[in-house]
């Protein structure tokens, strides 16, 4: 059974800095592509940053230079730093694994981020 679970948002001024972390569960977890997404209200969900099973990246473009995808093989994380906040960057990030074999996506609870100017 596949989990995922985030962790690491909050209320944060414009300008600062916050850390989400994604734990997952099951196995294989070296083999999966991994993801954060966001959605705020009345936006559809978009993607935000990846990192494929060979730690490949890639960015949205509204938020290349600001933050950084990484992961931690051993133990089964994710990691989204997020510096220079901005207001619109307000929303809820949500982890996203892809299943290596079968490409089903799995995704975490979420987590509330919300910049204030």
């Known amino acids: 059974q596949v989990q995922l679970v985030e962790s690491g948002g909050g209320l944060v001024q414009a300008g600062g800095s916050l850390r989400l972390s994604c734990a997952a569960s099951?196995?294989?977890?070296?083999?999966?592509?991994m993801g954060w997404y966001r959605q705020a209200p009345g936006k559809q969900r978009e993607l935000v940053a990846g990192?494929?099973?060979?730690?490949?990246?890639n960015y949205a473009d509204s938020v290349k230079g600001r933050f950084t995808i990484s992961r931690d093989n051993a133990k089964k994380m994710v990691y989204l730093q997020m510096n220079s906040l901005k207001p619109e960057d307000t929303a809820v990030y949500f982890c996203?694994?892809?299943?290596?074999?079968?490409?089903?996506?799995?995704w975490g609870q979420g987590t509330q981020v919300t910049v204030s100017s």
């Open positions: 990192i494929s099973s060979g730690d490949k990246t």
């Open positions: 099951g196995s294989f977890f070296s083999l999966n592509d």
């Open positions: 996203n694994m892809r299943d290596w074999v079968s490409r089903l996506n799995y």
